[in-house]
């Protein structure tokens, strides 16, 4: 039987089946095999009562209530089919599709155990009493996270209080506080980390979330370490409408070291807002025993046309070499002057002092800037001087220079009517008059300039041919009785020898005549050109060789070759060297293999050999390679022939337990050897193997180009 509400849409309709079924007074009743279809869920039981007028209905016995995201088994069900809303009495199990969480943050499903569970509609929170969490699908679980009371929020967390851990069927530990798991970043640790470094000894790490209402969020950090001894710390969020910010802080009273981090925005009103940010740190162990600390505080009023700032920074560093600090203080305006129009005033004062000498200076920068932009010219007014106060004794003033001030128009051909030079060639030009004083040469000069680009069109001569020919003259004056003049031609030519073969000749030419005071217009000869033969096929294959030749200088460059083979799809080998025709010398010869099988391997190995005799100098390898549904390994080496010894290596080995993957990862930079654990379900930060303690990535051949 079929019962439909008369009148509504068809996504309103409910369908009720079973092998009997009666109505009366309004409410279904069905007994054997009873199935109850609706748009948002389909519902199994032994038997069902369903009301028509409020949309409930209540299921007994093997209930089974299947939704977009979730599948919830249990011995009595009560669901609203109008709203979503359902709860599950006398124990059972629920399923919560991956779906159920909207940005990804949980990647396989989650199996959930309690004496009761409710939800407020299909896709709204979950809430569960005496119930058990995990994502093994095993009859008996990797891992149970257990509590009184479970909550499931999709897309941001699961909230656990007096929460427990199970870890293959042995329970080791209940926290007496609420477990956050945390499912709108990608920060998750639920099992600590475990290694060795040089700086901290054999160490533990873990890190718990907790929730702290309007206050906002965070994870609590407790490090255990053999050589520095316990670290204590904690990253706390806030965001709300007003404001956001971030901070950090790790303890380690035996080391007496102190490492802070603060980031915090708050809008004060409609216009105006505050960012402030600080940093502490003091004997972090990585970098000796300094100290340091910043902070700066910027305040910003934004309108519909300008913007304004005033901002404060402090910084002092210290050590064994003495102490350094600096003091800036920033003041900013913007200004739209209607729709074509704008003016900016600026000024910086930097307060700053170096090492442990009496040694200081202070800098006050300051800027002005109005520009108009016009139907055919557009004007620039700026106006600029650096004031250095404070000088030492002997110490000289650093470069700057000043615009006293100093005026620039411009224009081109199209805004003048699309005219053009002898009625044939395209131009730019721009026209300056202003005063100006250099420093530390303490110049003061007048200037005035007329500028003119010519050409920088491309044309085609022939099927075949490419050119684009440019020239440039400035002509430049000083209230000196000095004057200067720039003359420059390039020429750029291609031409398609067939067969995918291109060549290309680039030609330059630029000369000065005269005398400037001011290095705006300091210059010299350069006469020189280049030449390039290239042949590309796509995906195939790409081969260069490029030389030049310096008239001036009267030497040839070095001439390079560069190539770039596809045997197939999956493959490429890459090489580089070159030859100077000045000394008559090889440059190293540097090779590049890659193998990609998508997704499961990608392989490259590097190499570098000196032809002169030296032999193998650099040899690289990276690998990242999934031997099968269980192992994967990633490693990055290096080797250097100067010394004969491996610089670079790290490795590292996954291997998937069903539900979580285990990480074993060394660095012999860092000196690291690590073991973690993670739950699958919940993405946590990958490890990027080849990163040195500088940070700096891993390259398979500096200085190669490809």
């Known amino acids: 039987m079929e019962p439909a509400f008369p009148g509504k849409p068809a996504e309103s309709r409910v369908i009720v089946r079973g092998k009997e079924v009666r109505i009366e007074s309004g409410m279904i009743h069905a007994r054997g095999g009873v199935v109850i279809e609706s748009t948002q869920y389909t519902l199994h039981a032994d038997e069902a009562e369903y009301d028509q007028d409020t949309r409930w209905a209540t299921l007994r016995g093997n209930v089974w209530l299947q939704g977009k995201t979730l599948q919830t088994r249990g011995v009595a069900v009560r669901a609203n089919l109008r709203t979503g809303q359902w709860r599950m009495d006398q124990g059972g199990t629920a399923i919560v599709e991956p779906s159920f969480f909207p940005q990804g943050q949980v990647t396989d499903r989650l199996y959930v155990g309690a004496r009761q569970a409710w939800a407020p509609a299909e896709e709204g929170p979950i809430s569960l009493a005496g119930g058990t969490v995990t994502s093994c699908s095993l009859s008996h679980p990797h891992y149970d996270v257990t509590a009184r009371e479970i909550e499931i929020r999709p897309g941001r967390k699961v909230i656990a209080h007096r929460a427990g851990l ?95 981090r603060l980031q915090h925005r708050y809008r004060l009103t409609d216009t105006w807002a505050s960012d402030l940010t600080g940093s502490y740190e003091s004997n972090s162990g990585y970098y000796g025993s300094t100290t340091n600390l910043a902070g700066s505080l910027l305040l910003t009023r934004t309108t519909a046309t300008g913007q304004t700032q005033l901002g404060h920074q402090r910084s002092s560093s210290g050590g064994g070499y003495g102490r350094s600090r600096q003091t800036t203080q920033t003041f900013s305006q913007r200004q739209q ?47 600029g001087k650096l004031f250095q106060m404070n000088l030492p004794a002997g110490a000289q003033r650093q470069y700057a220079l000043n615009r006293l001030p ?18 044939r060639i395209p131009f730019e030009a721009s026209f300056d008059l202003g005063r100006f004083e250099q420093q530390p040469a303490d110049l003061s000069a007048t200037r005035t300039a007329l500028d003119l680009r010519l050409g920088g069109r491309q044309q085609r001569w022939g099927k075949r041919q490419l050119a684009t020919l440019s020239g440039r003259f400035r002509q430049s ?104 025709l000045e000394q008559s010398l090889w440059r190293p010869l540097g090779l590049i293999w890659t193998q990609v099988r998508r997704p499961d391997l990608y392989l490259t190995l590097a190499s570098e050999y000196d032809l002169t005799g030296q032999g193998l100098t650099r040899a690289t390898a990276q690998l990242d390679w999934q031997v099968n549904r269980l192992w994967r390994v990633a490693m990055a080496a290096g080797y250097t022939g100067f010394s004969g010894q491996m610089d670079t290596l790290d ?30 379900a919940f993405p946590s930060p990958e490890q990027i193997i080849g990163i040195g303690r500088g940070g700096q990535q891993f390259q398979p051949l500096a200085g190669q180009y490809f």
């Open 477 to 580: 004056a000083f209230s000196d009785s000095s004057s200067q003049y720039l003359l420059a031609a390039n020429l750029d030519w291609q031409y398609d020898l067939g067969n995918w073969w291109q060549t290309r000749l680039y030609y330059s030419h630029a000369e000065t005549h005269g005398f400037a005071p001011l290095s705006l217009d300091y210059g010299g000869k350069t006469d020189s050109f280049n030449w390039q033969l290239v042949r590309a096929i796509t995906d195939r294959q790409r081969i260069e060789m490029t030389t030049g030749y310096d008239m001036v200088g009267d030497f040839w460059q070095d001439a390079y070759l560069r190539a770039e083979f596809m045997p197939s799809r999956r493959t490429k080998l890459s090489l580089q060297t070159g030859y100077s």
């Open 406 to 423: 100093a005026l620039t128009v411009t224009t081109n051909g199209e805004r003048l009517g699309n005219r053009r030079l002898l009625g």
């Open 166 to 260: 199970v870890l293959f069927g042995r329970r080791l530990f209940e926290l007496p506080f609420k477990l956050v798991m945390p499912l709108d970043q990608r920060r998750n640790q639920y099992l600590p980390l475990v290694g060795r470094n040089d700086v901290e000894g054999y160490y533990a790490k873990f890190a718990f979330a907790y929730l702290m209402g309007m206050a906002g969020e965070g994870l609590v950090r407790l490090n255990l370490t053999q050589k520095r001894g316990v670290g204590l710390g904690f990253e706390h969020s806030l965001s709300n409408e007003l404001q956001q910010g971030t901070g950090t802080v790790m303890w380690e009273p035996s080391q007496g070291s102190l490492m802070t």
């Open 337 to 383: 002057m209607g729709k074509n129009g704008e003016w900016s005033l600026q000024g910086t004062l930097q307060d700053f002092s170096y090492g442990g000498s009496a040694l200081g200076q202070q800098n006050l920068d300051t800027r002005f800037s109005m520009s108009r932009r016009g139907k055919s010219l557009d004007w620039n007014l700026a106006a």
């Open 651 to 680: 490795v590292q080995i996954q291997r998937d337990l069903h539900c979580m993957m285990a990480t074993l990862t060394y660095s012999k930079a860092l000196q690291q050897i690590m073991v973690g654990f993670n739950i699958k």
